[in-house]
Nanobody, 123 residues
Framework: QVRLVESGGGSVQAGQSLRISCVAS???????MGWFRQAPGQEREGVAN???????NYAESVKGRFAISRGDGQNTLFLQMNDLKPEDSAMYYC??????????????????WGQGTQVTVSS
């Protein structure tokens, strides 16, 4: 059974940093993964994604502030978030594909999802 489990969310002040993590189990192979976020009343939007070769894409709103990376584990994912802003507040979800191919930063290209971890940034 495939499971994606996020951790590391929390509440911070604007300008501070957070690192969130995701461990995907049960996949068996390295796959493309990504981070998405959803604020109340808004659509789920892509934040960043990365394939097994380390090729990454970022949403314009987070470029230069966020960094996605993979861990030593087969399907471990991190998102380092620096200079956080109140508009970054959302539930952050880890997502995975079932293959290693590159995909657009669009939720419709991902079939596996975690339960989410809340990030709250106060001004």
């Amino acid at each position: 059974q495939v499971r994606l489990v996020e951790s590391g969310g929390g509440s911070v002040q604007a300008g501070q940093s957070l690192r969130i993590s995701c461990v995907a189990s049960g996949l068996g192979v390295s796959v493309s993964m990504g981070w998405f976020r959803q604020a109340p009343g808004q659509e789920r939007e892509g934040v960043a994604n990365i394939d097994p070769n380390g090729n990454a894409n970022y949403a314009e709103s987070v470029k230069g502030r966020f960094a996605i990376s993979r861990g030593d584990g087969q399907n471990t994912l991190f998102l380092q978030m620096n200079d956080l802003k109140p508009e970054d507040s959302a539930m952050y979800y880890c997502a995975a594909r079932t293959d290693s191919g590159r995909a657009p930063l669009n939720k419709h290209f991902y079939s596996l999802w975690g339960q989410g971890t809340q990030v709250t940034v106060s001004s």
